[in-house]
């Protein structure tokens, strides 16, 4: 069986999560890593998981790194938006190696003007070296676009699609809670969003973009409403902040797709300390009708080191040019050993 | 945009109901029909349907309809087993025809000694004719091997998968609720066991066989429990049948996929006159563990209907071969116009 050689491309917290796991395979090898943070290079990628050294020194020469390494892919966690990314793509993609990344516009490109002409680049530049690239996640990647479509397969007939995470943020990580604005004034929060310091939930226009574009929907348009605080009628907290009664202990933020007026698609992000219950929901308004629902909801961290892994061998196997998640084979959780479908 | 040019391969109960579906969609047209039933050859679809003729009569000979009609796809449901499906698979393949059928032991064939022979036949011809094969349906094909497989996409690690589907079998058509021995008693339901008049589920033991194959569990075997009989402390009854208190109400079936000595996956499949809830469950003991509830389950015969013809255009696209579930990209509802994707 084939030994995957694996290059991480950002060692920031999900970066570093995502190593930690692909130790803990086997057929899978961390050969190289690249970040631009000085604090990071020049150590060892173990000694920053908290573990013995590895033998593999972070780097922010990518051209050397790649030249040297020869990976069979590149595991790509650095930022949000294409602007952003897109000339980190280009670095690796002339090198010819198949890439994986979390950025969240990568997921579905085609969603908006800007990102379908990123896109088109990016398969371009993909194809003539031989190359496939893959963005993708938990969200956007997975719970609103990829699991409601494939619930849709059971439907001779699908109307309206209305996708839920709500998750409680006291379960999370500290900065996501910081993230979200919990504890805040109401005033605080506000001026928060509006300075763009807390930001909403990014995938959701994507995740939309992706459903619509699947089902053959020409949408009028893809909505998004503002980003709200939620605020509770009683005191909540977490291991890191208390939230009392009228603060806000976190955030919400719905979008959706329009076609011919109606929000055929709605999405609702809702993560805040105190949510009586964690679940993701799927519900289509077709024949027959779908009620679906996963309680409590998906862990975001364990969701996105899994959606990511789980999906290397599928990259791998793929012909050259940028993909999404409605265009490969079904995911589903790696052998344990992950050579085991290559070669 | 390409119209699909479609052969129906048995005109019973769900080949109907498929063929029904398809008069509703643009982008597709059925252009032959093939049954063996004399009380339907020489008779027009249509007025088989209940509804206008369409002009297209039943014939019992398939290489005649296939050289005169030349389709894309072969939509085929008639009957379970390979033993009896497979002359047909090799009838039609020989056309070079893709074939999409409701065969249940075709969902996954691998998963016997038995089945892997036919498998690698029909593999085999499939490739030498440049046609695709697939079989698949609601179950077996989504609810219990593609669905849990996707789910354990999110996951990083998987110890043991467990799926439930109940069915309130009063909401069900009256040859289902027969088939199940509702109103039965307990000693009659056990004799049409043993006679062979009333068999469990087929699918179970290929929904195990995806699984355990496609997460690379080798199992020690497949083992599938007797049918058991349903007796309820309460009389229940639907529109067909009574079923009084101590009758038997339908029935259940379990398998266990075993590795290792343990009960690694458990399905659980329960069809009975008066179950309180219907749904269809999967769990998932990993990390992150997944809970997982479509309520009420999805309606039988609309989710076979829904997959199959959902599956068409994939199949139509699919390299020539032998294909599964597990093996073709996402499922989706596809647009009105089928042939949106194609050509």
Same mark, same amino acid.
């Given at each position: 069986?084939?030994?995957?050689?694996?290059?991480?491309?950002?060692?920031?917290?999900?970066?570093?999560?995502?190593?930690?796991?692909?130790?803990?395979?086997?057929?899978?090898?961390?050969?190289?890593?690249?970040?631009?943070? @000085?604090?990071?290079?020049?150590?060892?990628?173990?000694?920053?998981?908290?573990?013995? #050294?590895?033998?593999?020194?972070?780097?922010?020469?990518?051209?050397?790194?790649?030249?040297?390494?020869? #990976?069979?892919?590149?595991?790509?966690?650095?930022?949000?938006?294409?602007?952003?990314?897109?000339?980190?793509?280009?670095?690796?993609?002339?090198?010819?190696?198949?890439?994986?990344?979390?950025?969240?516009?990568?997921?579905? @490109?085609?969603?908006?003007?800007?990102?379908?002409?990123?896109?088109?680049?990016?398969?371009?530049?993909?194809? *003539?070296?031989?190359?496939?690239?893959?963005?993708?996640?938990?969200?956007?990647?997975?719970?609103?676009?990829?699991? @409601?479509?494939?619930?849709?397969?059971?439907?001779?007939?699908?109307?309206?699609?209305?996708?839920?995470?709500?998750?409680?943020? !006291?379960?999370?990580?500290? =900065?996501?809670?910081?993230?979200?604005?919990?504890?805040?004034?109401?005033?605080?929060?506000?001026?928060?969003?509006?300075?763009?310091?807390?930001?909403?939930?990014?995938?959701?226009?994507?995740?939309?973009?992706?459903?619509?574009?699947?089902?053959?929907?020409?949408?009028?348009?893809?909505?998004? *409403?503002?980003?709200?605080?939620?605020?509770?009628?009683?005191?909540?907290?977490?291991?890191?902040?208390?939230? =009392?009664?009228?603060?806000?202990?976190?955030?919400?933020?719905?979008?959706?797709?329009?076609?011919?007026?109606?929000?055929?698609?709605?999405?609702?992000?809702?993560?805040?300390?105190? !949510?009586?219950?964690?679940?993701?929901?799927?519900?289509?308004?077709?024949?027959? #009708?779908?009620?679906?629902?996963?309680?409590?909801?998906?862990?975001?961290?364990?969701?996105?080191?899994?959606?990511?892994?789980?999906?290397?061998?599928?990259?791998?196997?793929? *012909?050259?040019?940028?993909?999404?998640?409605?265009?490969?084979?079904?995911?589903?959780?790696? #052998?344990?050993?992950?050579?085991?479908?290559?070669?």
């Amino acid at each position: 069986m084939k030994t995957i050689r694996v290059v991480s491309y950002g060692v920031g917290v999900i970066g570093r999560r995502i190593a930690e796991h692909l130790l803990s395979k086997e057929g899978v090898e961390i050969v190289g890593a690249i970040d631009i943070d @000085p604090n990071k290079v020049g150590k060892d990628l173990g000694e920053l998981l908290g573990r013995q #050294p590895i033998g593999v020194v972070v780097s922010d020469d990518v051209d050397d790194v790649l030249s040297s390494t020869k #990976p069979d892919i590149i595991v790509h966690s650095t930022m949000s938006y294409l602007k952003d990314t897109y000339p980190q793509f280009e670095g690796i993609l002339k090198h010819g190696v198949d890439t994986i990344s979390t950025c969240e516009e990568l997921s579905f @490109p085609y969603a908006t003007e800007e990102g379908k002409a990123y896109a088109e680049k990016l398969d371009k530049v993909a194809k *003539e070296n031989g190359a496939t690239l893959l963005g993708t996640g938990i969200n956007p990647g997975f719970l609103m676009d990829t699991l @409601p479509l494939l619930l849709t397969g059971v439907c001779v007939e699908v109307r309206r699609i209305e996708v839920v995470r709500q998750m409680d943020a !006291a379960t999370r990580r500290i =900065p996501f809670q910081k993230k979200i604005g919990a504890g805040l004034t109401v005033e605080e929060f506000k001026r928060k969003i509006e300075g763009g310091e807390i930001t909403g939930h990014v995938g959701l226009v994507q995740s939309i973009g992706m459903i619509a574009d699947t089902l053959g929907w020409v949408l009028d348009r893809i909505e998004v *409403e503002p980003v709200e605080p939620v605020v509770l009628d009683r005191d909540v907290r977490s291991d890191y902040v208390e939230v =009392p009664k009228g603060y806000n202990a976190g955030l919400r933020q719905k979008a959706h797709g329009i076609m011919d007026g109606e929000k055929v698609i709605t999405l609702d992000f809702r993560a805040y300390i105190g !949510a009586e219950e964690e679940y993701d929901s799927v519900t289509i308004d077709g024949v027959p #009708p779908i009620h679906q629902k996963i309680s409590p909801c998906v862990h975001g961290d364990y969701g996105t080191v899994g959606v990511i892994t789980n999906m290397i061998p599928r990259v791998i196997e793929a *012909e050259p040019g940028l993909k999404t998640m409605r265009d490969l084979p079904l995911i589903h959780a790696t #052998p344990v050993h992950m050579g085991r479908y290559l070669g």
